[in-house]
C-alpha cells in the first residue's frame, strides 16, 4: 500500500505540471533555424577580374616624378581645347596649345639648347684637342695640385655614382615597362571581349540562376516528406506526460475499486466466521472452566489457590458480532466493476500513441497538395528569366565593344611596334652609358695607380697615360652620344608627360568623365549615352557610380518599360499560396477517450457505495481484544507445574489431563480464531485509511480525466500550428535565401554593369600605374644621366691633365729638395 500511495502522488504531481503548464510555450520542434542553402556559382568564368595598383619600391621615384610633372604641367584640364579639338580640328590654334603646353616648350627648348650645344662643345673640344689645348698637361708644378687633384677625383666619383644610380634606375624602369606593357596591351581587346561575353550571355546566366531554385525547391520537398510524422511525434511528446499521467490515475482508481471490493468481502466473510466460531466456543470454554475450576477447589490438590483466581476468569474476549456489518455496501458495490479498466486503459494508451500514424494519414491530403504548389511555383519563379528584358536593349552595348575592339587592334599593334624601338634604343644608350661609366672606373684607377708609382712628375707613366685616354674615350663617348640620350629623354617625356597630366590626373579626379558628361564637349559621333543605349536622365559619371555600387545592366540601359527586379523577387509573390494551404489546414489529431461512460459509473457507483461510511473503529477496537480473556497456554502451564507438585496420583492427573485439554483449545479453536483475526486487520486497514480520501479522489480522477480529454484536442491543436508555423517559416527562410541570392547574382554577377566600371578602373590601373610610372621614370632617370654627363665631362677633361707628366718644374727656395750644387733641372718632387 505505501509504494502505491507514492506512485500515485507521483502520478499526481506529473499530471498537475503537464496541465498547469500554459500551451504554446514549446519550442519549434521541426529541427529548429533553416540551413544554409549552398547554389553554385554558374557566371564565374565570365568576369572581369579588378586590378590594383600593386605597392613597389620604386614608389617614391614614380611619387617625385610626378610632382615634377605637376611643375611643369600646371594648367588644369584644357576643356575649351579639346572641344574645339574634337568638333572642329581646323579652329585649333598653335598658340593655345603652346599657352596650353607652355612647360613642355619650356622643356623643348632646354632639350633643343642641349642637343645642339653639347654636340657643338664637343667639336670644339675634338679642335682643342688636335691643337693640344686641352686635355694635355700641366705647365708647372705646385703645391695645390694635389688637393685639386683628389677634389676633381671626389667629384667625378659622385657624378659617375650618380649616373650609375640613375642608368639602373633606367634599365630596370624600363625593362618594366617593357613587361607590363605586352599584357596591359593584351588586356584590352580581351577586357572587351570579356565585357561582350558577359553581355552577350546575361539571358543563358539569368536562366542557370532561375535554375537554381531546384536547390531550396528539393530541400522543402524534402522536409515535407517528413512534415506529418514529426507534427504527429511533436503532439505525442509535448502531451504524453498530461496524458500517462491521467490514464495513472485512472488505473490506480481502477485498482482502489478491485482491491477495496476484495477487502469488504474479507471484512463481511471474517466478521461471520468469527461470530460463528465465537458461539461454537463459548460452552466448551464453559465446561473446560467449570472442571478446572471444580479441580483447583478440591481439598487434595495441593497449593492450588494461586491458580484458583485464574481458572474462574476463563472466559471469551472479542464478541465481533457487535461489528458494523458491510453487507449494505456489498450490496452497493453488487457487479461491480462492469466495465474492464484494463483494456480501457490499453485502448486509451494506444489510440494515444498512434496519434504519428494518425497525422500522417490526416495530413497526406495537404502535403500532396504543398507537392503541387511548389510544382506551380517552379513556374512562377521561370518568369523571372522570361520576363528579363536585357536582351533586346544591350546590342548597342554589344556593337559598341566590337567597334572598339576592331579598331583599337591596329593602334594596339603600333604602340608594341614603338616600345619594341623605345626599348632597344634604351638599352643600347644606358649599355653606352654604362661604357661611358667604364672609363671613368678605369681611367680613375690606372691615373691614380700610375701616380703612386711615379717619383718625378716629369716623367712619363704608361699607367697615368692610360688612365687619361679611357678619361678621354669616356668624354668622346659622351659628346657623341648625349644628343640621342637627350632626344629619346625628351620623346619620352612629352608622350609620358602628357599621359599623365592630361590623362591620369584628371581620370583620377574625374574630371575627364565631367567633360564628356558635358553636353556638346563631344561631336555627335562620339555620343556614349546614345551608342551605350543608356538612360537619358544619366551622363557616364552618374552610370559609373551606379555601375561600381554594383547596379545592374536593367538600371542604367534605355528601356521601353521600366523593370523593377524588386518587385520580381518579394517572396509573397511565390510563398501566398504554399503558406495559404498551411494556414487553413486543421486535423483533429488529440481526440482521445480515456474513460467510456460505464467506467465512469462504475467509478462513482463506487464512491457513493458508502464504504467511508463504515465504523471501522469498532472494528478495531474489537481486534484489540483477545479471543479468551484468559491466556489459556499460561493456564495450562500452571496446571502442568502443580501437577509435578501433588502428592496424590489422582489429582496429578487430573490436572494433567485438564492442561493437555486447554493445549487442545489453544491449538485448535481459538488459534483459527486468531489467524481470522489477523487477515480481517489487514482489511480494515486499508479500508480505513482509503475511506476518508475515496470520494475526494475519485472526484479528482474524474474531473482530471475529463479535463485531459477536453484538452487534448484543444492543445493538440496548437501545437499542430505551432509546429505548421515553424515550417512555414523555416521554409519561407528557404524562400527567401534563394530570392536574395537571385536578387545579388543578377545584380553583381549574370546582369551587373559592375563588370564596366571595373574595365575602367582597370585601364586607368594598367595606363596609370603599371605603365606610365615606370616609363615617367625612365625618362627621368635616363635624364637625370644625360644632364649628369655635363660635370662628368668637365670633372674627365680636368682631371686627365693631373694623370701626364707635369713639363715644367715649380721653382721654390723653401722646398727641401732644391739643392744650389746641382746641375739645374727638373728634379723629382713628390706630389
Same mark, same amino acid.
Given at each position: 500500500?505505501?509504494?502505491?500511495?507514492?506512485?500515485?502522488?507521483?502520478?499526481?504531481?506529473?499530471?498537475?505540471?503537464?496541465?498547469?503548464?500554459?500551451?504554446?510555450?514549446?519550442?519549434?520542434?521541426?529541427?529548429?533555424?533553416?540551413?544554409?542553402?549552398?547554389?553554385?556559382?554558374?557566371?564565374?568564368?565570365?568576369?572581369?577580374?579588378?586590378?590594383h595598383?600593386v605597392?613597389?619600391?620604386?614608389d617614391?621615384?614614380?611619387?617625385?616624378?610626378?610632382?615634377?610633372?605637376?611643375?611643369?604641367?600646371?594648367?588644369?584640364l584644357?576643356?575649351?581645347?579639346?572641344?574645339?579639338?574634337?568638333?572642329?580640328?581646323?579652329?585649333?590654334?598653335?598658340?593655345?596649345?603652346?599657352?596650353?603646353?607652355?612647360?613642355?616648350v619650356?622643356?623643348?627648348?632646354?632639350?633643343?639648347?642641349?642637343?645642339?650645344?653639347?654636340?657643338?662643345?664637343?667639336?670644339?673640344?675634338?679642335?682643342?684637342?688636335s691643337?693640344?689645348?686641352?686635355?694635355?698637361?700641366?705647365?708647372?708644378?705646385r703645391?695645390?695640385?694635389?688637393c685639386?687633384?683628389?677634389?676633381?677625383?671626389?667629384c667625378?666619383?659622385?657624378t659617375?655614382?650618380?649616373?650609375l644610380?640613375?642608368v639602373?634606375?633606367?634599365?630596370?624602369?624600363?625593362?618594366?615597362v617593357?613587361?607590363?606593357?605586352?599584357?596591359?596591351?593584351?588586356?584590352?581587346?580581351?577586357?572587351?571581349?570579356?565585357?561582350? #561575353?558577359?553581355?552577350?550571355?546575361?539571358?543563358?546566366g539569368?536562366?542557370?540562376?532561375?535554375?537554381?531554385?531546384?536547390?531550396?525547391?528539393q530541400?522543402?520537398?524534402?522536409d515535407?516528406?517528413g512534415l506529418?510524422?514529426?507534427?504527429?511525434?511533436?503532439?505525442?511528446?509535448?502531451?504524453?506526460?498530461?496524458?500517462?499521467?491521467a490514464?495513472?490515475?485512472l488505473?490506480?482508481?481502477?485498482?482502489?475499486? #478491485?482491491?477495496?471490493?476484495?477487502?469488504?468481502?474479507?471484512?463481511?466473510?471474517?466478521?461471520?466466521?468469527?461470530?460463528?466460531?465465537?458461539? +461454537?466456543?463459548?460452552?466448551?470454554?464453559l465446561?473446560?472452566?467449570?472442571?478446572?475450576?471444580?479441580?483447583?477447589?478440591?481439598?487434595?490438590?495441593?497449593?492450588?489457590?494461586?491458580?484458583?483466581?485464574?481458572?474462574?476468569?476463563?472466559?471469551?474476549?472479542?464478541?465481533?458480532?457487535?461489528?458494523?456489518?458491510?453487507?449494505?455496501?456489498?450490496?452497493?458495490?453488487?457487479?461491480?466493476?462492469?466495465?474492464?479498466?484494463?483494456?480501457?486503459?490499453?485502448?486509451?494508451?494506444?489510440?494515444?500513441?498512434?496519434?504519428?500514424?494518425?497525422?500522417?494519414?490526416?495530413?497526406?491530403?495537404?502535403?500532396?497538395?504543398?507537392?503541387?504548389?511548389?510544382?506551380?511555383?517552379t513556374?512562377?519563379v521561370?518568369?523571372?528569366?522570361?520576363?528579363?528584358? $536585357?536582351?533586346?536593349?544591350?546590342?548597342?552595348?554589344?556593337?559598341?565593344?566590337?567597334?572598339?575592339?576592331?579598331?583599337?587592334?591596329?593602334?594596339?599593334r603600333?604602340?608594341?611596334?614603338?616600345?619594341?624601338?623605345?626599348?632597344?634604343?634604351?638599352?643600347?644608350?644606358?649599355?653606352?652609358?654604362?661604357?661611358?661609366?667604364?672609363?671613368?672606373?678605369?681611367g680613375?684607377?690606372?691615373?691614380?695607380?700610375?701616380?703612386?708609382?711615379?717619383e718625378?712628375?716629369?716623367?712619363?707613366?704608361?699607367?697615368?697615360?692610360a688612365?687619361?685616354k679611357?678619361?678621354?674615350?669616356?668624354?668622346?663617348?659622351?659628346?657623341?652620344f648625349?644628343?640621342?640620350?637627350?632626344?629619346?629623354?625628351?620623346?619620352?617625356?612629352?608622350?609620358?608627360g602628357?599621359?599623365?597630366?592630361?590623362?591620369?590626373?584628371?581620370?583620377v579626379?574625374q574630371?575627364?568623365?565631367?567633360?564628356?558628361?558635358?553636353?556638346?564637349?563631344?561631336?555627335?559621333?562620339m555620343?556614349?549615352?546614345?551608342?551605350?543605349?543608356l538612360?537619358?536622365?544619366?551622363?557616364?559619371?552618374?552610370?559609373?557610380?551606379?555601375?561600381?555600387?554594383?547596379?545592374?545592366?536593367?538600371?542604367? $540601359?534605355?528601356?521601353?518599360?521600366?523593370?523593377?527586379?524588386?518587385?520580381?523577387?518579394?517572396?509573397?509573390?511565390?510563398?501566398?499560396?504554399?503558406?495559404?494551404?498551411?494556414?487553413?489546414?486543421t486535423?483533429?489529431?488529440?481526440?482521445?477517450?480515456?474513460?467510456?461512460?460505464?467506467?465512469?459509473?462504475?467509478?462513482?457507483?463506487?464512491?457513493?457505495?458508502?464504504?467511508?461510511?463504515?465504523?471501522?473503529g469498532?472494528?478495531?477496537? +474489537?481486534?484489540?481484544?483477545?479471543?479468551?480473556?484468559?491466556?489459556?497456554?499460561?493456564?495450562?502451564?500452571?496446571?502442568?507445574?502443580?501437577?509435578?507438585?501433588?502428592?496424590?496420583?489422582?489429582?496429578?492427573?487430573?490436572?494433567?489431563?485438564?492442561?493437555?485439554?486447554?493445549?487442545?483449545?489453544?491449538?485448535?479453536?481459538?488459534?483459527? #480464531?486468531e489467524?481470522?483475526?489477523?487477515?480481517?486487520?489487514?482489511?480494515?486497514?486499508?479500508?480505513?485509511?482509503?475511506?476518508?480520501?475515496?470520494?475526494?479522489?475519485?472526484?479528482?480522477?474524474?474531473?482530471?480525466?475529463?479535463?485531459?480529454?477536453?484538452?487534448?484536442?484543444?492543445?493538440?491543436?496548437?501545437?499542430?500550428?505551432?509546429?505548421?508555423?515553424?515550417?512555414?517559416?523555416?521554409?519561407?527562410?528557404?524562400?527567401?535565401?534563394?530570392?536574395?541570392?537571385?536578387?545579388?547574382?543578377?545584380?553583381?554577377d549574370?546582369?551587373?554593369?559592375?563588370?564596366?566600371?571595373?574595365?575602367?578602373?582597370?585601364?586607368?590601373?594598367?595606363?596609370?600605374?603599371?605603365?606610365?610610372?615606370?616609363?615617367?621614370?625612365?625618362?627621368f632617370?635616363?635624364?637625370?644621366?644625360?644632364?649628369? $654627363?655635363?660635370?662628368?665631362?668637365?670633372?674627365?677633361?680636368? $682631371?686627365?691633365?693631373?694623370?701626364?707628366?707635369?713639363?715644367?718644374?715649380?721653382?721654390?727656395?723653401?722646398?727641401e +729638395?732644391?739643392?744650389?750644387?746641382?746641375?739645374?733641372?727638373?728634379?723629382?718632387?713628390?706630389?
Amino acid at each position: 500500500p505505501s509504494g502505491s500511495l507514492l506512485a500515485m502522488r507521483a502520478a499526481g504531481l506529473l499530471l498537475a505540471w503537464a496541465l498547469l503548464r500554459p500551451a504554446g510555450t514549446q519550442q519549434c520542434h521541426l529541427a529548429g533555424p533553416g540551413g544554409v542553402l549552398r547554389f553554385t556559382d554558374t557566371h564565374a568564368e565570365i568576369r572581369v577580374p579588378a586590378l590594383h595598383r600593386v605597392p613597389s619600391s620604386l614608389d617614391p621615384l614614380y611619387g617625385l616624378v610626378r610632382r615634377c610633372l605637376d611643375l611643369v604641367q600646371q594648367n588644369p584640364l584644357p576643356t575649351e581645347l579639346l572641344r574645339a579639338a574634337l568638333n572642329d580640328p581646323s579652329s585649333v590654334q598653335t598658340s593655345q596649345v603652346v599657352q596650353y603646353e607652355l612647360g613642355y616648350v619650356v622643356c623643348a627648348a632646354v632639350a633643343l639648347l642641349f642637343t645642339v650645344a653639347v654636340p657643338m662643345a664637343g667639336m670644339c673640344f675634338c679642335y682643342c684637342r688636335s691643337r693640344r689645348r686641352c686635355g694635355g698637361r700641366l705647365r708647372a708644378h705646385r703645391r695645390s695640385l694635389g688637393c685639386r687633384r683628389h677634389c676633381l677625383l671626389g667629384c667625378l666619383s659622385l657624378t659617375s655614382l650618380i649616373i650609375l644610380a640613375s642608368v639602373i634606375c633606367a634599365f630596370v624602369t624600363s625593362q618594366r615597362v617593357k613587361v607590363q606593357m605586352e599584357p596591359g596591351l593584351g588586356a584590352v581587346p580581351s577586357t572587351l571581349r570579356t565585357l561582350r #561575353q558577359h553581355i552577350a550571355n546575361v539571358p543563358q546566366g539569368v536562366q542557370m540562376v532561375v535554375d537554381q531554385f531546384e536547390v531550396p525547391r528539393q530541400q522543402i520537398t524534402s522536409d515535407l516528406g517528413g512534415l506529418s510524422r514529426s507534427v504527429g511525434l511533436s503532439i505525442h511528446t509535448q502531451l504524453k506526460a498530461m496524458t500517462y499521467a491521467a490514464l495513472a490515475e485512472l488505473q490506480d482508481r481502477a485498482g482502489d475499486l #478491485q482491491t477495496s471490493l476484495h477487502h469488504l468481502q474479507i471484512l463481511e466473510q471474517t466478521a461471520r466466521a468469527l461470530a460463528a466460531a465465537r458461539d +461454537e466456543l463459548d460452552p466448551a470454554l464453559l465446561e473446560r472452566r467449570r472442571r478446572v475450576v471444580a479441580l483447583l477447589d478440591d481439598p487434595r490438590c495441593t497449593s492450588c489457590a494461586s491458580v484458583l483466581g485464574r481458572a474462574q476468569s476463563l472466559e471469551l474476549g472479542a464478541d465481533y458480532g457487535k461489528v458494523p456489518s458491510v453487507e449494505k455496501v456489498l450490496k452497493a458495490l453488487d457487479g461491480l466493476p462492469r466495465s474492464d479498466f484494463a483494456e480501457m486503459i490499453r485502448q486509451g494508451n494506444g489510440t494515444f500513441n498512434s496519434i504519428p500514424e494518425l497525422a500522417v494519414e490526416r495530413m497526406a491530403q495537404v502535403i500532396q497538395d504543398l507537392r503541387d504548389e511548389m510544382a506551380r511555383t517552379t513556374e512562377k519563379v521561370q518568369s523571372i528569366a522570361d520576363s528579363f528584358p $536585357l536582351h533586346d536593349y544591350t546590342r548597342p552595348v554589344s556593337e559598341a565593344l566590337v567597334k572598339a575592339e576592331d579598331r583599337s587592334q591596329p593602334y594596339l599593334r603600333e604602340v608594341q611596334r614603338f616600345e619594341q624601338y623605345r626599348w632597344i634604343a634604351g638599352t643600347v644608350l644606358c649599355s653606352i652609358i654604362l661604357l661611358i661609366l667604364a672609363c671613368n672606373v678605369a681611367g680613375m684607377a690606372l691615373g691614380a695607380y700610375g701616380l703612386s708609382k711615379r717619383e718625378d712628375p716629369s716623367d712619363y707613366e704608361c699607367r697615368g697615360e692610360a688612365g687619361a685616354k679611357f678619361l678621354l674615350v669616356g668624354v668622346g663617348l659622351a659628346f657623341l652620344f648625349s644628343w640621342l640620350l637627350i632626344l629619346l629623354v625628351f620623346a619620352t617625356f612629352l608622350v609620358g608627360g602628357n599621359i599623365q597630366t592630361l590623362v591620369c590626373r584628371n581620370w583620377v579626379n574625374q574630371e575627364i568623365y565631367k567633360f564628356i558628361d558635358t553636353p556638346g564637349n563631344l561631336p555627335p559621333s562620339m555620343n556614349l549615352t546614345r551608342q551605350l543605349n543608356l538612360r537619358r536622365d544619366s551622363n557616364l559619371s552618374a552610370v559609373y557610380r551606379e555601375c561600381k555600387s554594383g547596379a545592374g545592366l536593367w538600371e542604367v $540601359l534605355q528601356l521601353d518599360r521600366a523593370y523593377d527586379l524588386d518587385e520580381h523577387l518579394r517572396t509573397p509573390k511565390y510563398t501566398a499560396d504554399f503558406q495559404k494551404r498551411l494556414a487553413d489546414f486543421t486535423a483533429r489529431l488529440g481526440d482521445v477517450r480515456l474513460l467510456r461512460s460505464e467506467g465512469r459509473q462504475d467509478l462513482e457507483t463506487f464512491a457513493r457505495s458508502g464504504v467511508d461510511e463504515v465504523d471501522y473503529g469498532r472494528f478495531q477496537q +474489537e481486534m484489540r481484544k483477545p479471543v479468551v480473556q484468559t491466556s489459556l497456554p499460561a493456564l495450562a502451564r500452571s496446571l502442568e507445574g502443580l501437577q509435578k507438585m501433588q502428592r496424590n496420583s489422582t489429582v496429578a492427573g487430573r490436572l494433567a489431563a485438564e492442561a493437555q485439554a486447554l493445549w487442545q483449545m489453544q491449538n485448535s479453536t481459538v488459534r483459527s #480464531q486468531e489467524a481470522l483475526v489477523a487477515k480481517l486487520g489487514e482489511s480494515v486497514h486499508f479500508l480505513s485509511r482509503l475511506a476518508p480520501h475515496l470520494q475526494e479522489r475519485v472526484r479528482t480522477t474524474l474531473a482530471t480525466i475529463a479535463s485531459v480529454e477536453a484538452r487534448l484536442p484543444v492543445q493538440a491543436q496548437q501545437i499542430l500550428r505551432q509546429e505548421i508555423g515553424c515550417f512555414t517559416r523555416r521554409e519561407l527562410r528557404y524562400f527567401t535565401q534563394y530570392l536574395n541570392w537571385v536578387g545579388q547574382t543578377l545584380r553583381e554577377d549574370v546582369a551587373s554593369c559592375q563588370p564596366l566600371a571595373t574595365a575602367l578602373d582597370n585601364g586607368r590601373v594598367i595606363l596609370c600605374d603599371r605603365i606610365a610610372d615606370p616609363w615617367n621614370a625612365f625618362w627621368f632617370s635616363l635624364g637625370c644621366c644625360t644632364f649628369f $654627363l655635363i660635370p662628368n665631362i668637365i670633372f674627365a677633361i680636368r $682631371l686627365t691633365k693631373h694623370f701626364r707628366p707635369i713639363r715644367n718644374r715649380l721653382i721654390s727656395t723653401g722646398s727641401e +729638395e732644391t739643392c744650389p750644387f746641382h746641375i739645374p733641372r727638373v728634379t723629382a718632387l713628390k706630389l
